[in-house]
């Protein structure tokens, strides 16, 4: 069963950095994708940041150059290094699985191509 949990998220400054973590498990280690999604009110979900399982990283054009994704070499915690932040970066931040890879594995797919979300950690930067 996979088990993703979000922690990390709190109010910081625009400018400012934060760093979200995700505790991952349940998914084979042989082909996966995680990543991050982020949603505001009354906004659809968005994709932000996805690691392939062979260490193949992706980003959409709006956090490329800010934000990192990364995991542990364990493979049981994914994170998102957010630099820069902007106002336009609050949001609800999930953590996202789906397995095996698919070609939706890129950093603004569509919801719909992940079928494994945790319960998300809100980020605020105050404008």
């Known amino acids: 069963q996979v088990h993703l949990a979000e922690s990390g998220g709190g109010s910081v400054q625009a400018g400012g950095s934060l760093k979200l973590s995700c505790a991952a498990s349940?998914?084979?280690?042989?082909?996966?994708?995680l990543g991050w999604f982020r949603q505001t009110p009354g906004k659809e979900r968005e994709g932000v940041a996805v690691?392939?399982?062979?260490?193949?990283?992706d980003y959409a054009d709006s956090v490329k150059g800010r934000f990192t994704i990364s995991q542990d070499y364990a493979k049981t915690t994914l994170y998102l290094q957010m630099d820069s932040l902007k106002p336009e970066d609050t949001a609800m931040y999930y953590c996202?699985?789906?397995?095996?890879?698919?070609?939706?594995?890129?950093?603004?797919?569509?919801?719909?191509?992940?079928?494994?979300w945790g319960q998300g950690t809100r980020v605020t930067v105050p404008s």
């Open positions: 996202v699985a789906d397995f095996p890879v698919s070609p939706c594995c890129y950093g603004d797919a569509p919801p719909s191509c992940f079928n494994h």
């Open positions: 349940g998914y084979p280690s042989s082909s996966y994708c």
């Open positions: 690691l392939e399982h062979d260490g193949r990283t």
